[in-house]
Structures are given as structure tokens and as C-alpha cells.
């Protein structure tokens, strides 16, 4: 049986402060982040729109895959952010 653990929080500041080592979010194909945590990723994570931005705007082809950002926290540590591309 699977366990599922319910943490209550903000998911950009536990990835922050060590809580988790990844987050993926969808995405569109257009390269927008202009919604939802997808804003807030790009707000705050300017790397992981970066990596968003190095992919090609409208190709449907992105459809099932990912692009992705390693965050450096400042005890030197890195989580990553994914980009999976789940809506065209």
C-alpha cells in the first residue's frame, strides 16, 4: 500500500529550505508561465523560465516531455525544477 504524506505549506519556500530535492509543474508549449505556480516559478526561478525559453514556443512535439533548472540554495545545495510540458 502506498503512503501518502499530506505537508501544508508553501511549496517554492520547502523546496527552498531543503523539504524536497524536485518540483515539477506542467506547462504549456508557449512558453508563457503566466498562471497558477507556473508565475510564481518564473517570478521567482528565473532559471527554470530560462530553461522554458530554450525550448521551441507553440511545438506541439513538447507535449510529454520536460525541460528543467538546477536552484542553488545557499547552503550550496540544489534542487530542480521541472518543466513538464503537459497542455498545448
Same mark, same amino acid.
Given at each position: 500500500?502506498? =503512503? +501518502?504524506?499530506?505537508?501544508? @505549506? *508553501? +511549496?517554492?519556500?520547502?523546496?527552498? *529550505?531543503?523539504?524536497?530535492?524536485?518540483?515539477?509543474? #506542467? %506547462?504549456? %508549449?508557449?512558453? !508563457?508561465? @503566466?498562471? #497558477?505556480? $507556473?508565475?510564481?516559478?518564473?517570478? =521567482?526561478?528565473? /532559471? $527554470?523560465? !530560462?530553461?522554458? %525559453?530554450?525550448?521551441?514556443? @507553440?511545438?506541439? #512535439?513538447?507535449? @510529454?516531455?520536460? &525541460?528543467?533548472?538546477?536552484?542553488? =540554495? /545557499? *547552503?550550496? &545545495?540544489?534542487?530542480?525544477?521541472?518543466? !513538464?510540458?503537459?497542455?498545448?
Amino acid at each position: 500500500m502506498t =503512503r +501518502l504524506n499530506i505537508i501544508k @505549506g *508553501d +511549496l517554492l519556500q520547502l523546496a527552498v *529550505d531543503g523539504e524536497f530535492d524536485a518540483v515539477v509543474h #506542467g %506547462c504549456n %508549449c508557449f512558453n !508563457a508561465m @503566466g498562471k #497558477g505556480i $507556473a508565475l510564481s516559478i518564473k517570478n =521567482r526561478f528565473p /532559471e $527554470a523560465y !530560462a530553461a522554458d %525559453c530554450k525550448t521551441t514556443k @507553440g511545438d506541439k #512535439g513538447k507535449l @510529454g516531455t520536460y &525541460s528543467f533548472a538546477n536552484v542553488y =540554495r /545557499e *547552503d550550496g &545545495s540544489v534542487f530542480t525544477i521541472f518543466n !513538464a510540458y503537459t497542455q498545448f
